[in-house]
């Protein structure tokens, strides 16, 4: 199974469906559309945990927000904060909405693969050992 890394908080409040799109600066590539991905829950700088998976994500689609008015009447599906340093809205950069069709939380979290790409990962292997990594519904 392929990862996503995405970053904490927006990671903890996809998996418990407080959030369901996801921000980036472009669309979801059209491979990952339907495609369950390992979430790869990475730390901020300094952060009190390593990289972690902690469920599975299903994206249906993405669009590219229209416009800086469009986006922050989307902040309650996507959560970023017009003041956010890193992820709000930038008039010099295109930002896409990638539109949750599915998501499913671990009890435990699991290790990722040791090597891992920047944004997306290959070779998730979560599906071993399940009995003591149960998902929740």
């Known amino acids: ?13 996809l998996v418990n469906s407080h959030k369901c799109v996801e921000t980036r600066s472009y669309p979801i590539p059209e491979k990952y559309i339907g495609e369950p991905l390992a979430i790869i829950e990475t730390p901020v700088e ?6 972690r998976i902690i469920g599975i994500i299903t994206f249906s689609h993405s669009f ?6 469009e986006w922050v009447d ?16 930038n008039e010099n950069k295109q930002k896409y909405g990638w539109v949750v069709s599915n998501v499913t939380k671990f009890k435990k979290p699991i290790d990722p693969p ?18 003591d990594r149960a998902r929740v519904a």
């Open 46 to 51: 300094n952060g009190a945990f390593k990289a």
């Open 1 to 13: 199974m392929n990862g996503i890394n995405i970053q904490y908080p927006w990671s903890s409040l």
């Open 64 to 69: 590219r927000y229209k416009d800086y008015s």
């Open 74 to 89: 989307y902040y309650s599906r996507h959560k970023v904060e017009e003041n956010d340093p890193y992820f709000s809205w």
């Open 114 to 131: 040791k090597r891992r790409g920047i944004i997306f990962t290959r070779n998730c292997d979560i599906l071993e050992n399940t009995n």
